[in-house]
């Protein structure tokens, strides 16, 4: 089946169990659609991409239909998850070509008939269906008013268990109406992978649920996990957590909003390193130690990006100190096919210094994987991306690095970069797409 070879594909990455699995909710969780800039976002992936993605696994679990969420992600500078578990947890799909698990949608059949419960909701006129592309197998979905919403819920509960179904019925986001089968939720899909997880052998060794709403209150009831609910979590959470799960130490109201919550947890719940790189202040010889190769690629797009944004000073120093973590002899092949050395191309800064200030430009690397080819050199894979007002252009890249050890600091020096266009990306203008 092709979503057993998917999942295998998404294990076989790690060697062992996952150091983290962080299961988080989207929107407001960590999306923030009331940060134009897309901070406490870019903050997170910098995070993940330099300290967890090469042994930890992301997993994003939304009350978005597939086609939702596909357009969320043209909209917001987001990182590739290894799992997406949608429409309010109906739907578990696996790697970047999002293949659905097959054994969830057996499970989820069980005393689920979707045209019944359309009969039965049409009898209701205070619930409005919502548009086609979020009614899926699994999940019937309504607006409905807040005044209304818990006699409706009773009703229509009653009426289906007469017709002999099963279901659930999940009230969020104060207008929102979900029906679904018993057996799902974003609570049952993370159990359903945690257990699969065990049965490998490979169950995670510290997993980390986010949410704001109540359609992610499941999350939190799953046992052995730790969870944060953000600064800016909905009434409905909040009252569920004050009814249920106010003296468990393993759950808290994050003080910061959205993704900027998600990093305050691992910090508080000690998972691992929670300082990511765009909190550190650039400087011209910055270096730490046991920093890896994908730490070393994170710092220096995050470096071109505030080069082009004039947040960093305009000096001879930066330039000397990138030709020096660079081979002399080092190749840069840009995604037009053009062949150069690194040392000409990191010369060629200087020209485009500030061209995107006072602009919405960012750029972010995702997929970042290092993988060691000798005893002082890697070969790292990764996506990178730049965002200039509404236009997202991507490349994927693989880059040669060496290193040293010097004084107890990782000292990593470029042999090689190789970018290539991603499918639908290209550059109107080569010359803007520098390094």
């Not at 960093?312 to 840069?332: D, N, Q, R, W």
Request: aromatic share 8%.
């Amino acid at each position: 089946m092709q979503s057993a070879g998917c999942y295998r594909v998404t294990m076989d990455r790690l060697e062992t169990s996952a150091r983290l699995m962080i299961v988080s909710d989207l929107d407001h969780t960590m999306v923030d659609h009331h940060d134009p800039e897309n901070l406490s976002l870019l903050r997170f992936n910098a995070l993940w991409e330099s300290s967890y993605r090469h042994d930890s696994l992301l997993v994003f679990s939304t009350g978005r239909s597939p086609t939702l969420y596909k357009q969320l992600r043209k909209e917001k500078p987001m990182l590739s998850p290894d799992i997406t578990i949608m429409s309010v947890g109906t739907e578990i799909t696996y790697g970047v070509s999002m293949v659905p698990d097959e054994g969830w949608v057996e499970v989820l059949n069980q005393r689920w008939d979707r045209n019944i419960v359309v009969e039965e909701t049409s009898k209701f006129p205070e619930l409005k269906l919502q548009s086609e592309t979020e009614q899926r197998p699994h999940k019937v979905s309504f607006y409905v008013d807040k005044d209304n919403a818990q006699e409706v819920t009773k009703a229509l509960s009653e009426k289906l268990a007469n017709r002999g179904l099963d279901v659930k019925i999940i009230y969020s986001g104060g207008m929102d109406l979900d029906i679904l089968p018993q057996g799902a939720g974003k609570g049952q899909a993370l159990a359903y992978l945690l257990q699969k997880f065990k049965e490998e052998g490979k169950p995670p060794k510290n997993t980390l649920v986010c949410g704001d709403s109540g359609n992610d209150a499941e999350l939190f009831s799953i046992p052995e996990v730790h969870g944060v609910m953000v600064s800016n979590a909905q009434e409905e959470l909040l009252q569920w957590h004050a009814e249920n799960a106010k003296n468990i130490p393993k759950i808290i109201h994050a003080s910061e909003r959205c993704a900027g919550g998600i990093i305050q947890a691992i910090g508080h719940f000690g998972l691992g390193p929670n300082t990511s790189p765009r909190d550190v202040a650039e400087t011209a010889d910055s270096h730490l130690e046991d920093a890896g190769p994908a730490h070393e690629v994170v710092k220096f797009n995050l470096f071109y990006e505030r080069w082009r944004r004039a947040e960093v000073e305009h000096c001879e120093t930066y330039i000397a100190s990138l030709k020096a973590s660079c081979h002399p002899a080092g190749s840069f092949v840009h995604p037009s096919g053009v062949e150069q050395r690194l040392h000409e191309s990191i010369s060629a800064m200087k020209k485009i210094y500030g061209d995107r200030q006072g602009k919405q430009y960012r750029v972010w690397v995702d997929r970042v994987l290092p993988s060691k080819i000798s005893s002082d050199t890697w070969l790292v894979k990764f996506v990178k991306w730049e965002l200039l007002g509404e236009e997202q252009q991507s490349c994927i890249c693989t880059a040669v690095l060496t290193f040293e050890v010097v004084n107890g600091l990782h000292l990593y020096t470029w042999a090689h970069l190789h970018e290539t266009w991603s499918e639908g990306s290209g550059a109107k203008d080569n010359g803007m797409w520098l390094l």
